[in-house]
């Protein structure tokens, strides 16, 4: 991560020492061209401004030309073709009324170019007073002869004032290095200081450490991927959890089921071997024994089909097929199968329901869950005791309920009972079916449905319930 840092840095520098470099040199080797060139084109109106008066009102062009001389600090002189001098912005340089010497030379070398566009620009030079001079020279044409307007203008204080600008870029430039790597590495830092909190909490997470939470506060990039980055390890925390806690459950299923079924195997192979080695030496005794190992069998057979119902319902891929039907429907099923228990039981049963109306969902399944609901309430009311089945059309879905008298539920195994062989009776009676499938398979049964179910302890028994959401 300080190589991200170091070379975030050179990179800035870089930057920044060709974009200062770059303006030092475009300053110092243009500046001089640009000012030169604003000079000859100040100068080109100048004449042009000379001309226009000279022709149209001579009688003010004295007062012109020393005006232009003010403000622009341009020296005018008009002379003939012989050197005579007609007008000057600064009379007291020009008492001999003559060009100098440095002035005639000038219009000499520019004569050609003069011819051609009427315009000349002298090189760069020092006059007779050793001052750094440019001068242009225009030549006019009238009836009485030729004329030429020569301005000059000195550049020797721009040269330095160029120079000492320079020089002040050059220490501008300096500084703007020094601040800027301050500035730069600063920003280095705050940009790879996140970058690396990020990496090091994603070694945390590949070491499975969910604890650390990324606090980047950034309003950016880095700002939302810390914050994607903190979702990912929360659901990942809780993904291995679950993982975790199934792994928990598979073993616990393999444990349980290896004790339910451990049973009738032993009292299978010991009544068997009791008719190999004719301990049942006599017709009642095999009757008995054959009746003991069908019936082991049967409990097995119940047992590894719950089972396989039970996978079959926790597939990811498994879809049920709702329909349309009556609720009445299910409550003739409960009725017809549970008739017989109610009755030998002497179990008062108590079904409330307003109205007929439709619910939509996989009938098998619902049946499933409201016949396990029913036989767990069988198992765990008294004889003569009471069972009350509710049955409601709410406006978010089925609402089923089932009441039965006796003892509550303790509220630690109130989220137990679902798992699978959980028994509330420690006993573990081999007296009935009871392998502590059947919650399971309606919770199974429920969620498939996206629905809810639960249970809830009552002043003088328990009441289990789930709901199937409406048609959407």
């Known amino acids: 991560m300080r190589s991200i840092r170091k070379s975030l840095f050179l990179v800035f520098m870089v930057f920044m020492i060709i974009l200062v470099a770059g303006n030092v040199i475009i300053n110092i080797s243009l500046f001089k061209e640009y000012y030169m060139l604003q000079a000859k084109k100040r ?38 073709e012989d050197s005579n001098l007609l007008y000057t912005s600064k009379p007291e340089k020009n008492k001999s009324g003559r060009l100098s010497e440095w002035a005639v030379k000038a219009i000499a070398e520019g004569n050609d170019a003069i011819e051609d566009n009427g315009v000349y620009f002298s090189k760069i030079s020092k006059d007779e007073n050793n001052i750094v001079r440019l001068v242009c020279v225009t030549k006019l044409k009238n009836n009485d002869g030729n004329y030429y307007i020569i301005l000059t203008r000195s550049i020797q204080s721009v040269y330095e004032n160029i120079s000492t600008a320079n020089r002040l870029v050059e220490v501008t430039a300096l500084i703007l290095v020094v601040l800027g790597s301050i500035f730069i590495y600063y920003l280095s830092k705050s940009i790879t200081k996140p970058i690396l909190e990020i990496s090091q909490h994603a070694k945390e997470i590949a070491k499975l450490n969910f604890s650390k939470k990324l606090n980047i506060k950034y309003q950016n990039e880095l700002g939302t991927l810390a914050g994607a980055i903190n979702e990912i390890s929360e659901k990942l925390s809780f993904s291995i959890e679950g993982l975790k806690n199934d792994i928990d459950d598979r073993k616990a299923l393999v444990r349980n089921m290896s004790h339910e079924l451990k049973t009738p195997i032993s009292a299978i192979k010991g009544y068997t071997e009791g008719l190999k080695y004719a301990v ?75 109205e007929d109306f439709e619910i939509y969902g996989d009938y098998h399944l619902i049946e499933r869950a409201a016949f396990n609901y029913f036989e767990n309430a069988i198992r765990h009311t008294n004889d003569g005791g009471i069972i009350k089945i509710t049955l409601k059309n709410e406006k978010d879905g089925f609402l089923f309920t089932i009441f039965n008298s006796g003892n509550c539920i303790e509220e630690d195994e109130m989220n137990k009972i679902w798992k699978v062989f959980y028994k509330t009776d420690k006993a573990r009676a081999r ?21 809810e179910a639960g249970v809830r302890n009552l002043e003088n028994g328990v009441e289990f319930w789930f709901r199937i959401p409406s048609e959407k």
């Open 43 to 80: 100068m080109r109106n100048t004449s042009a401004e000379i001309e226009k008066v000279y022709s149209e009102n001579p009688d003010s062009l004295q007062d012109s030309i020393e005006m232009i001389d003010g403000i622009w600090g341009i020296w005018v002189r008009i002379a003939d």
């Open 280 to 354: 049942a030496d006599t017709p009642e005794k095999m009757n008995r024994y054959c009746d003991v190992i069908i019936l082991e069998c049967n409990k097995m057979d119940y047992l590894v089909k719950q089972m396989l119902e039970l996978s079959v319902m926790e597939r990811v891929s498994w879809q049920i097929e709702k329909t349309h039907f009556q609720v009445q429907q299910l409550i003739d099923g409960i009725q017809m199968c549970f008739a017989e228990q109610i009755k030998v039981r002497h179990i008062q049963l108590i079904i409330e329901k307003k």
């Open 431 to 451: 007296g009935s079916n009871n392998f502590g499938v059947g919650l399971a398979i309606v919770k199974a049964n429920i969620t498939l449905h996206e629905g």
